[in-house]
């Protein structure tokens, strides 16, 4: 909850996404190596559908 927290802080008041992205990235891949990967992976995907 911690990350989450200190994560939507930077995006939300400091507008530094990739600063977001990397503090809530590092909590996750503690918990589950390889989850940043398939997530931008999965949200790539979803995107491209979505522009066609």
Do not use: H
């Not at 200190?6 to 809530?24: M, N, P, W």
């Not at 590092?26 to 559908?49: H, N, P």
């Amino acid at each position: 909850q911690a990350a989450f927290d200190e994560s939507l802080y930077i995006f939300e008041r400091e507008y530094d996404y990739a600063a977001s992205f990397k503090v809530i990235s590092d909590a996750l891949e503690m918990v589950e190596a390889g989850v940043t990967d398939r997530f931008v992976t999965s949200y790539e995907k979803t995107r491209e559908q979505i522009r066609f």
